[in-house]
């Protein structure tokens, strides 16, 4: 098992993606779900030849995260990588109905939607909400063929997810566009440069510029924590916007049935920001992570947030635009927008890229615990993440979240020693 994902899995780096799987040609992969609901590798010792080939294409390989964060460690501004040679742009759809619907200004849709109208692309691989109770995962992969599907699958999907499948349906001379964390664009674009399987497919890549991601079980202890019903079938959408929002920083978090509302809560009062801000069940592989902006997609897109937020409630997208061609294309799809100079992006929402690419370095050559970590904040959210998931596996919903608050205080005072 020397070359195997399995090396990943026990690192706990695994992100879910299913590229593994993708590339084995010995049918020696399966994803199956772990105790916390995460969606894992595991090799069939008996198939596996040991070819390595898993390895090679896994994005989150330990080895290639510290040679990220290397070389991150010897920029002057490492939280600004990604932002190079680049044009910038805020963006939004001028059909608000649509927009309401999108994480953002809807600019991901409205592009995607219209490189499928110019028949400039076969297939949008993107990610959708499934019907699930607690305990079930509650977003997937999926493969888009028409602009009524690209308009429909919208906003943020909080939850890493398994794109394997969706990777075995595409075929050689087409041409897709596929968005995904920083981390699985890093994955596909390794394929499409290096993998012969690969090389005569074309796949547009957009990165949705990421703070972190979580497991399925944050939308399930979200639902307990303002006393949902779990009887019937539900989906989530932790992104929903409304007209009566007084700026889009106060986004809802939208759970429904196929009959009813179950809630439509500001995220302030649904409990989300606490969790998703303190990185409550949070994929343990983005503590590690050295990639904020999604430096090797050919577009990146993130919320506008700061002042943009406040002047435009319904929300704007703000776009890394790194390939020509997608420039272009950008100009023609329709949506409004202004550019930006690097002054405004070179540090915006700077805490983040700083904690993800600027403290790289240290969450693998120094203790967690190290000064360094625990002044990065790396300390808490390595804490919080690993006590949520166990608390709430092995003792409830109840007693998870009042020893979180007390946990979180405590990690909270120890960035302070
Ligand atoms: C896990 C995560 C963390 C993020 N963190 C930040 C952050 O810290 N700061 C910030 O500014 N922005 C962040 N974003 C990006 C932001 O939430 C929006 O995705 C982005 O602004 C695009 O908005 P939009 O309205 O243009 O996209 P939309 O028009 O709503 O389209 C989004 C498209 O992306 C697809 N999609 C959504 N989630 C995923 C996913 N996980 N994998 C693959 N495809 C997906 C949808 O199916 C849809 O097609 C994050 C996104 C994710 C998924
Ligand atoms: S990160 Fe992706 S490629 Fe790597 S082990 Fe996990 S599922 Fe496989
Ligand atoms: S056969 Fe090769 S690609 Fe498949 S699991 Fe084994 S090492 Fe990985
Ligand atoms: S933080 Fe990094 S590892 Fe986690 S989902 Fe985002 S890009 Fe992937």
């Not at 079938?233 to 889009?248: C, F, G, H, N, Y």
Request: hydrophobic share 35%; aromatic share 12%; charged share 25%.
């Amino acid at each position: 098992m020397a070359y195997t994902v399995e090396k990943t899995v026990k690192n706990d780096l695994c992100i879910n993606c299913g590229i593994c799987k993708t590339v084995c040609k010995f049918d020696a992969i399966k994803m199956i779900r772990n105790e916390y609901g995460e969606v894992n590798p595991v090799i069939d010792i008996e198939k596996c030849k040991n070819c390595g080939q898993c390895l090679k294409y896994c994005p989150q390989e330990k080895e290639k995260l510290i040679s990220i964060a290397k070389d991150l460690s010897k920029m002057e501004f490492p939280h600004r990588h990604g932002l190079e040679d680049s044009k910038y742009y805020l963006a939004w759809d001028k059909n608000t109905s649509q927009r309401l619907k999108c994480c953002s200004g809807g600019a991901v849709t409205k592009l995607a939607s219209y490189l499928m109208s110019q028949g400039k692309i076969d297939g949008m691989i993107h990610t959708q909400r499934l019907w699930g109770k607690r305990g079930d995962l509650h977003y997937g992969t999926r493969f888009s063929t028409s602009i009524e599907e690209i308009n429909e699958n919208v906003s943020s999907t909080y939850q890493a997810v398994d794109f394997s499948e969706v990777l075995s349906k595409l075929e050689k001379g087409k041409t897709y566009f596929m968005t995904g964390t920083p981390c699985v664009i890093r994955g596909i674009k390794n394929l499409l440069n290096s993998n012969k399987d690969f090389s005569e497919i074309k796949i547009i890549t957009c990165a949705l510029i990421c703070s972190h991601n979580v497991n399925s079980t944050f939308a399930d202890f979200l639902t307990e924590a303002n006393k949902l019903s779990d009887n019937d079938l539900w989906q989530v959408d932790m992104r929903a916007k409304d007209e009566t929002m007084p700026d889009a920083n106060n986004f809802k978090n939208y759970v429904y049935t196929k009959e009813e509302t179950l809630m439509n809560k500001n995220r302030f009062q649904s409990g989300w920001t606490q969790f998703w801000r303190f990185y409550y069940f949070a994929m343990h592989s983005c503590l590690y992570c050295p990639d904020f902006w999604g430096a090797d997609a050919d577009i990146s897109v993130k919320d506008a947030w700061g002042k943009w937020a406040s002047e435009d409630a319904k929300g704007q997208s703000i776009l890394v635009i790194r390939n020509n061609e997608v420039l272009n294309d950008f100009f023609n799809c329709g949506l409004e927008y202004e550019e930006l100079d690097y002054e405004t992006m070179k540090d915006h929402q700077k805490p983040t890229p700083v904690y993800k690419q600027t403290n790289a370095i240290y969450k693998f050559t120094q203790k967690p615990y190290s000064n360094k970590n625990r002044k990065s904040r790396f300390l808490r959210y390595y804490i919080n993440s690993r006590c949520s998931k166990f608390l709430y596996k092995h003792f409830g919903f109840k007693v998870t979240y009042l020893i979180m608050k007390t946990i979180n205080a405590v990690t909270w005072l120890l960035e302070k020693i």
